[in-house]
């Protein structure tokens, strides 16, 4: 793993709800990184999904497909939430992933999520 620079943009129905840079890692297909909040990502990824996970105070599991609705866990305060999200775009790049989704309750969308991690 090399160590890199990351900076991580989350945008839920076109306003920005988080956004942070922090020390990391990269390898082929991972990378690793804390969130400043107690929190740590791993993220696994190729052109075809994207695996999304964190562990701290909130954790999260979730995978991405494009064209497919997939769930995911989040667990916050004792609380476990069972999620649904169809992805509609994921672009792998060298340097750069995004990833543009909708959470989706009974089929339908409830929010739109657009995640860029790029790193250095």
């Known amino acids: 793993m090399e160590q890199v620079k990351i900076t991580f943009l989350m945008t839920v129905d076109g306003k920005t709800e988080t956004i942070f840079r922090t020390d ?3 390898g082929e ?5 804390p969130d400043g909040e107690g929190g740590n990502y ?7 999904a994207m695996r999304v996970r964190r562990t701290g105070p909130i954790e ?9 609705q997939t769930a995911g866990v989040l667990r916050t305060a004792g609380t476990t939430f069972r999620l649904s999200a169809t992805t509609r775009r994921l672009r ?10 909708d959470l989706v309750n009974d ?10 991690i790029e790193w250095k």
């Open 60 to 68: 999260m599991d979730f995978a991405f497909m494009p064209g497919t």
């Open 42 to 48: 791993l993220i696994d990824y190729d052109d075809t």
């Open 92 to 101: 792998v790049r060298n340097d750069r992933v995004e990833l543009e989704y």
């Open 107 to 116: 089929g339908e969308p409830i929010s739109r999520h657009r995640l860029s």
């Open 29 to 33: 297909g991972v990378l690793a990184f």
């Open 24 to 26: 990391g890692q990269s």
